[in-house]
């Protein structure tokens, strides 16, 4: 929402709102909560993957979940390798500092719809700048953390959960107080 601040967030972001989302189950509140926020998930396309070392066992039940739904993913060289083994199909790309094509040039050409990129250490925050930037300034969700890469991918699940609505519905605030649960 700020010109030129960085997106990866910081114990201010994590803290403040701007909108809610409320439904009968987390996804589909997530999903209501992104949508409210203008952020468009998708539900279909390529996921661009780049986490920390610590990371990549959380990723690959996250990456199987977006595969059964029919993305493609690609992935920097640590994680395409680390999910190859897991036997997930990732295609690999360049970091931006090993020369074109990478990351960047398919987050700005089009070529991909969500990122999941999580970071450690100043020179890696530093590193994956122009991931968070270029995915913010064309409109891509972009995710920093496993906890909120999960929650959209519950929240993509959701949203193709089969109805006119993308699996959401609209109701008033009194509805979801006097659902039985």
Do not use: W
Request: hydrophobic share 40%; aromatic share 6%.
């Amino acid at each position: 929402r700020f010109p030129g601040v960085d997106i990866i967030l910081g114990p201010e972001m994590k803290s403040t709102g701007e909108v809610m989302g409320l439904d009968v189950d987390f996804a589909r509140a997530f999903a209501k909560s992104q949508l409210g926020a203008g952020t468009k998930l998708p539900l279909s396309g390529t996921v661009f993957v780049s986490v920390k070392d610590k990371d990549k066992p959380a990723l690959c039940p996250l990456v199987r979940r977006l595969t059964d739904m029919g993305f493609a993913i690609i992935a920097t060289g640590g994680t395409a390798e680390y999910l190859t083994r897991e036997g997930l199909t990732v295609e690999r790309i360049n970091k931006v500092l090993e020369g074109r094509p990478h990351c960047v040039d398919a987050i700005i050409s089009g070529r991909v719809q969500l990122v999941i990129n999580t970071t450690e250490g100043a020179q890696a925050i530093a590193d994956s700048y122009s991931i968070r930037r270029s995915a913010l300034t064309e409109n891509i969700p972009h995710y920093t953390t496993m906890m909120g890469a999960d929650a959209a991918v519950g929240a993509i699940e959701a949203m193709t959960a089969g109805d006119a609505h993308g699996g959401l519905e609209v109701g008033t605030l009194q509805s979801y107080f006097t659902r039985s649960f």
